[in-house]
């Protein structure tokens, strides 16, 4: 069987997207329903590296919690693909590989590897402390 993959932008000009790795499970709550397309996660920004020579970081604050984590080259680059139908109806579903074609949308090469435990943000709430009567000023 053989499957076409077609790339209209050319080798060099794919966009370039990038995996997230995270050690764990990640929950929505269950108002979700299965369905998680556009389920806001948590906040992904780059941190400046402190020399040219290490790695970029990046942090991810997920409510509370906040990760760390560092960008880490694949050893093989991936395609992000998108399901096509050729030629036929547009009712009638594709009926052998001959009728669907791949076309690449963007290239994998990097990950945002989190392999450490998140740092909790909020640790204790502040205790306040009692106020010692103040003998007035004679």
């Known amino acids: 069987m053989q499957i076409r993959v077609q790339c209209g932008c ?6 370039e997207w990038a995996v997230v790795e ?12 299965g369905d998680i397309r556009g389920l806001h996660i948590g906040r992904l920004c780059s941190t400046p590296s402190p ?4 790695k970029a970081g990046y ?3 997920v409510g509370y919690h906040e990760l760390a984590g560092t960008k880490v080259a694949l050893k093989k680059p991936l395609l992000v693909l998108r399901k096509k139908k050729v ?3 547009d009712k009638e579903p594709p009926t052998a590989a001959a009728d669907v074609e791949l076309e690449v949308i963007g290239v994998i090469r990097h990950k945002i590897l989190f ?3 998140p740092k909790a943000l909020i640790s204790k ?3 306040k402390e ?6 007035p000023a004679t």
């Open 51 to 54: 020399s040219a020579s290490s």
């Open 130 to 135: 009692k106020k010692t009567p103040q003998s």
């Open 22 to 33: 995270l050690q764990g499970v990640v929950q929505p709550q269950p108002s979700f329903a």
């Open 10 to 15: 050319g080798e060099s000009s794919c966009p």
């Open 87 to 89: 030629g036929g109806g």
């Open 59 to 61: 942090t991810f604050t």
């Open 125 to 127: 709430p502040p205790t």
């Open 115 to 117: 392999k450490d435990r």
